[in-house]
């Protein structure tokens, strides 16, 4: 191994070092309770070190954001069905956050950090946003289609910007989990996440339904 394909590997290997401290610390403290000293601190770094990686606290959020939403969207498109309505496709998708609390609690908690990160989305100036925008695209093209398809046959309502309300959609299903993101993990109560979870999707669920739609059978599984 050469010495440039060396310094890459190190360079590579404590990026990837400081994400997983910072990951350890917003599940451990909550997303609001620590600063890049203790990030520096937990990857055994000086401060100035971990500057040269990340510009500032922010940089490392937003990069544990977009993997955290990515690899949700992934695994939520596995498990929408093809079949059925445009409204049972998006309630299998809150189903699946749902499931994930039993599989893979954290995936869940470090999706919530994204209000914190933007809290005026999807409201806020959109230049100002733009720079969070990679973080939700995935997320918002993934409910921006199911909003089509039940536009389309009609189990949810129309509405002349689909895009928007995907981003709408998002804002309010994360407003719940940004709270879970900002408690500590001794303070963390599942069962009190899970029905928080579950009331605010259903929610939004009944929000969306059409007038052809019993909106009492619209209760997700737990």
Do not use: C
């Not at 997983?20 to 203790?38: E, H, N, T, Y």
């Not at 070190?49 to 959020?61: G, Q, R, S």
């Not at 005026?120 to 921006?144: C, H, M, N, W, Y």
């Amino acid at each position: 191994m050469g010495i440039e394909e060396r310094k890459t590997r190190e360079r590579e290997n404590r990026h990837d070092l400081i994400l997983r401290k910072a990951k350890s610390l917003i599940l451990d403290r909550g997303v609001g309770s620590f600063s890049m000293q203790d990030i520096a601190q937990a990857s055994e770094l000086s401060k100035a070190t971990l500057y040269l990686y990340f510009e500032n606290k922010e940089a490392i959020l937003v990069e544990i954001l977009q993997e955290a939403l990515s690899d949700f969207t992934e695994l939520a498109r596995l498990r929408i069905p093809v079949e059925g309505t445009g409204l049972q496709a998006l309630q299998a998708l809150w189903e699946t956050y749902l499931e994930l609390l039993g599989e893979s609690q954290d995936l869940v908690v470090l999706t919530g950090i994204k209000n914190y990160l933007d809290p005026e989305f999807p409201f806020g100036d959109v230049q100002a946003s733009e720079k969070f925008a990679r973080t939700t695209a995935g997320l918002v093209d993934l409910i921006e289609s199911l909003l089509r398809r039940g536009m389309e046959d009609g189990s949810i309502y129309r509405s002349e910007d689909p895009e928007r309300q995907a981003r709408t959609v998002i804002m309010f299903a994360t407003s719940v989990i940004d709270t879970i993101s900002r408690v500590p993990r001794p303070r963390r109560d599942t069962a009190l996440m899970r029905d928080g979870m579950r009331e605010t999707f259903e929610l939004i669920l009944r929000a969306l339904a059409s007038d052809k739609v019993d909106r009492s059978t619209l209760r997700l599984s737990l």
